[in-house]
C-alpha cells in the first residue's frame, strides 16, 4: 500500500516558478515508478513526468520539457516537480501516483494523490 498526498500548488504569474511535493507513505515507496499527471477542466489526464525507483531514469512529456523537472527523495519518501517558465496552458490539477512498471499509462497505475491545484495567470 502506498499513500500520496500532494502539496505546493497555487497561483503564480506566467513565467513563474512553483515546486510541487508528492509526499508517500508505505514501506513500498522506493520499489515503485512516480510519475505526474494533470488534468484541465473538460480535458483527459495527461502525462507530465515519470522517475524510476532509483531516480536515475527520467522522462518528461514534450510539452514540459526543458521547463518541467522531477526528481525523487527516497530517504523522504517525497517525488518533486520543478516547474519553471509556467504558461497559462500549464493550468490543471496536478496528481502524483505510483506503479509497479515503468509506463506513462495512467490506468497502469494502482495508487493515486488527491491532487493540488496550480493556476497560471496571464
Known amino acids: 500500500q502506498v499513500n500520496l498526498v500532494e502539496s505546493g500548488g497555487g497561483l503564480v504569474q506566467a513565467g513563474g516558478s512553483l515546486r510541487l511535493s508528492c509526499a508517500a507513505s508505505?514501506?513500498?515507496?522506493?520499489?515503485?515508478?512516480i510519475s505526474w499527471f494533470r488534468q484541465a477542466p473538460g480535458k483527459e489526464r495527461e502525462f507530465v513526468a515519470i522517475i524510476n525507483w532509483s531516480g536515475a531514469g527520467t522522462y518528461t512529456a514534450v510539452s514540459v520539457k526543458g521547463r518541467f523537472t522531477i526528481s525523487r527523495d527516497n530517504a523522504k519518501n517525497t517525488v518533486y516537480l520543478q516547474m519553471n517558465s509556467l504558461k497559462p496552458e500549464d493550468t490543471a490539477v496536478y496528481y502524483c501516483?505510483?506503479?509497479?512498471?515503468?509506463?506513462?499509462?495512467?490506468?497502469?497505475?494502482?495508487?493515486w494523490g488527491q491532487g493540488t491545484q496550480v493556476t497560471v495567470s496571464s
Open positions: 501516483a505510483a506503479a509497479r512498471s515503468y509506463t506513462t499509462l495512467p490506468g497502469e497505475y494502482d495508487y
Open positions: 508505505g514501506r513500498t515507496f522506493s520499489s515503485h515508478v
